[in-house]
């Protein structure tokens, strides 16, 4: 079978090769093609939009996911969904979610509005950018395949042996869950560093580390976060690949391995990924009350520095998610403690946010009252946070609903409640076209009403004894009503992201030109047109204070200043190398979770041999010419 | 993004590697990927320390360990972080061959370094130490492994920067790249000497 596959494969390659690939006419067609233009992209705000369609679709496949976990779980003894396909429902509900909904969805925002938020022309890497984005779809991709090929992943979204390891999973499940997420893993490694390097080296003239928006600012926080968080998960997705595919005894008791080496691992990484989610939509709704108040933030320095801490405070804390493995009750302790340090730099940010709208004008569009909604849920998830940290109480709670009503309090009401904010926000920018804002309250208000519907009862079903990632409970013990009524706060939040949907196809045919800065905004993506050009800036800007549009709005005359002539642009030509790395190691993941060793080398020696082709490439880019640009006066 | 003026300079800057905004980036970046390599390593590390004593039946690092050919193999991978060095000052002179020559003789030193080890992994595999025999072999072959592929990648990768080399000479579009190369092969030897201290010199402990 696999050396069949290896011999299609190169029979295409030949083929192409001798065909169409040296055909002049059949190249210049397939260079003219819209979806070609979309694969090679190099633009920064494209690869933004193409992470948000990725982060929708598989955004998708999470909420389907999670709507027959709900439909399951509404009466008693249901027979819906029973056994292995629930177990394979929620690990895959909690791994989409986590790895391909709520990071690529921010990266997405990231993507597209940090370079126009700090005044630079694009990325500092955009070849790594677009690499980056198809490694994480094909990662995502290639994990999402196991429904239709061999089954999905099964022994959680954190994976834990013994459970994970061949004796419990015997099928491919698993493979797909360590290889998906190691392609996709790879994918936001580079991503963090992108953003990171672009911050530190390509802000424009004073655009200071104190003058940044709170977007940047937490954009790059959680860019360090993944920098160091990402390789120990990579380190541990090896070994539990090794121990599934080679023998090897890393977590396999009989082998001298150990499981609590994989569950430290595991949540080094885990823990701080919280702060990954989390931080970048804080970041989403400072911009945003800020914005709608009409107010500078409140507390500007001590929310930066309320960032930065909880980032370096969310690597000491991972043992809270092991207090009931018995590492004894110093260690339990001390992370117990580290842990509840974290409320305090997040009731400074809490505090601020209503600051900044104490004694605002507040306008409370979709994006405002989705930030509005998110300080109530934050301090609710934050509050069982605390709770959870108190080890012995934590004893109680563990592997409870009241530990899944906490996670998706923080997690729905945080991240993708700023997900939702920043795309109410800057969609205008991102497509020159408001979303609907009658549309957009009813989004809010089912969407709102029903996560608290949701999610509100499930504190309770925890306190009452119902485990989590259990299929069913019996009747008589007390629970049927809180599941039912979650069950049909599920439904609601459907209807509720429906209205977003129908919102984003009616606004798109019929919708009115938003102009380039339709809320009054104050960073310097409000400055450009909408959508912006594709060199985003046709001078780079001076920025000359906080707030720099607000600034050049109240106390200049209303332009920014420029702080170089007009002149030629440079811009990075389109690759579709990133596209065919990524196919490689899209095969290769393919190949090694069906122990298939000819196809997995096969796809490696795809890409190395486009790392190779990269490497030897010179790219000259090409210039857009001063007459070029548009809007500009000569 | 102005590269071109800056490269159309006659002669080459003093520092070409950081002429142009795009070897700054290059190397930053660089320098944030080492980072994230050592967290790498570090868990890899950290794994070993848990799992080296669970040998089984197999050797213990005390009875495996042949302390002549680990201090041949230092030696080597030590020196090559040296001709590398050289290779780069060739490079801020300007002068080519120079280059070239030091990072021919490092990569040699990389491969003699990887067919020193290769002997020592099938020395071991005879006393019955492989990756599936205990989780001590298994976290000391990752460990070691993923060590040796990384200069095995940098072997491949610097000749391959050799050849552009000698296709395009030194300019400020080539130098970043041999400029982070040579940070890539010091920061492979500053994790074997980690390896060098925790693996074998700690493993000569009984």
Do not use: C
Request: no cysteine.
């Amino acid at each position: 079978m696999a050396t069949l596959v290896v011999l299609i494969v190169f029979i295409l390659f030949l083929a192409a090769i001798l065909t169409g690939g040296y055909n002049r006419r059949y190249l210049d067609l397939l260079q003219e093609n819209w979806l070609w233009n979309w694969i090679t992209t190099v633009d920064h705000k494209r690869i933004g939009i193409l992470y948000l369609i990725a982060g929708g679709f598989f955004f998708l496949m999470g909420g389907l996911e999670a709507l027959l976990i709900r439909i399951q779980l509404m009466f008693p003894n249901s027979k819906f969904i029973v056994g292995d396909v629930y177990n394979q429902l929620m690990t895959m509900h909690g791994t989409t979610m986590i790895f391909l909904v709520a990071l690529p969805l921010l990266f997405g925002l990231m993507n597209f509005i940090v370079p126009l938020q700090i005044g630079a022309r694009d990325v500092a890497f955009p070849f790594l950018n677009s690499l980056g984005f198809w490694l994480y779809f094909s990662g995502g991709l290639l994990l999402n395949l196991s429904w239709l090929f061999g089954g999905a992943p099964d022994s959680g979204w954190f994976n834990y042996p013994t459970l994970a390891l061949n004796d419990f999973s015997p099928g491919p499940g698993v493979n797909y869950y360590v290889l998906g997420l190691q392609i996709a893993g790879i994918g936001t490694l580079i991503s963090g560093i992108n953003f990171l390097v672009t911050i530190i080296n390509m802000r424009a003239p004073g655009m200071t580390y104190l003058r940044m928006p709170l977007f940047t600012w937490t954009t790059f926080v959680t860019s360090a976060l993944i920098l160091f968080a990402f390789p120990p998960l990579t380190a541990g997705l090896f070994m539990m690949m090794f121990d599934r595919l080679f023998e090897t005894s890393f977590f396999v008791t009989a082998g001298g391995g150990n499981v609590v080496v994989w569950q430290h691992i595991f949540w080094i990484f885990g823990h701080p990924e919280v702060y990954i989610l989390v931080l970048p939509a804080f970041g989403v709704f400072s911009d945003v009350i800020s914005t709608f108040s009409r107010k500078r933030l409140f507390g500007y320095n001590s929310m930066v520095f309320a960032v930065v801490l909880i980032g370096f405070l969310g690597f000491m804390v991972w043992v809270h998610h092991m207090f009931t493995v018995g590492l004894g009750p110093i260690a339990n302790s001390i992370f117990a403690v580290s842990t509840m340090a974290i409320a305090v730099p997040t009731g400074i940010k809490v505090f601020n946010w209503l600051f900044t709208m104490w004694g605002g004008r507040i306008r409370f569009t979709t994006a405002m009252l989705y930030a509005a909604g998110f300080i109530v849920n934050f301090v609710m998830g934050g509050v069982t946070g605390v709770m959870l940290a108190v080890v012995p109480a934590d004893h109680q709670f563990h592997d409870t609903y009241f530990v899944v009503a906490h996670f998706h309090y923080v997690i729905i009401g945080g991240t993708i409640m700023g997900i939702l904010a920043g795309v109410y926000y800057w969609w205008p920018k991102m497509f020159g076209i408001k979303l609907d804002e009658r549309w957009g309250r009813w989004n809010f208000w089912l969407f709102y009403f029903g996560f608290h519907l949701t999610f509100f009862p499930q504190h309770f079903l925890g306190l009452w004894g119902m485990p989590r990632r259990v299929f069913t409970y019996e009747a008589g013990y007390n629970l049927e009503l809180g599941n039912l009524l979650s069950s049909l706060g599920a439904i609601l939040m459907t209807a509720g992201l429906l209205f977003l949907l129908y919102n984003v196809v009616q606004t798109f045919r019929h919708g009115e030109a938003a102009g380039p800065d339709p809320w009054d905004g104050r960073t310097l993506e409000w400055a450009i047109s909408s959508p912006p050009p594709a060199y985003n800036f046709a001078q780079t800007p001076r920025v000359r204070g906080l707030d720099p549009w607000w600034l050049e709005k109240h106390e200049g005359d209303g332009k920014l200043k420029p702080a170089e002539p007009l002149g030629p642009i440079h811009m990075p030509s389109p690759s579709h190398l990133p596209f065919v790395m990524s196919l490689g190691f899209f095969i290769s993941g393919f190949g090694f979770v069906f122990h298939s060793w000819q196809v997995g080398v096969l796809g490696l020696i795809v890409v190395v041999v486009t790392m190779y082709v990269r490497s030897f490439q010179e790219d000259p880019g090409y210039h857009i010419q001063p007459d070029e640009l548009k809007g500009v006066e000569h | 993004m102005k590269i071109e003026e800056n490269a159309s300079v006659a002669g080459l800057p003093a520092e070409p590697e950081r002429a142009t905004l795009e070897g700054k980036n290059k190397i930053l970046g660089f320098w944030l990927f080492i980072a994230a390599e050592t967290t790498l390593f570090a868990t890899e590390f950290g794994t070993y320390l848990a799992l080296k004593g669970s040998s089984l039946n197999g050797p213990t690092p005390y009875e495996l360990f042949q302390m002549p050919v680990v201090a041949a193999s230092t030696l080597v991978l030590l020196t090559s972080s040296l001709t590398s060095v050289l290779a780069i000052m060739g490079m801020h002179e300007n002068d080519l061959q120079k280059m070239l020559r030091w990072f021919g003789i490092t990569i040699l030193l990389g491969a003699v370094f990887l067919g020193l080890e290769v002997y020592e992994f099938v020395e071991y595999i005879h006393e019955g130490h492989t990756i599936t025999s205990s989780a001590f072999g298994s976290s000391f072959y990752l460990l070691l492994g993923t060590h040796g592929s990384h200069v095995l990648f940098g072997v491949l990768w610097i000749l391959g920067l050799m050849i552009q080399g000698r296709n395009k000479g030194i300019t400020v579009h080539t130098a970043p790249k041999f400029y982070v190369a040579s940070l890539y092969w010091h920061f492979v030897d500053v994790v074997w000497i980690f390896i060098f201290t925790v693996v074998y010199l700690m493993g000569m402990i009984p």
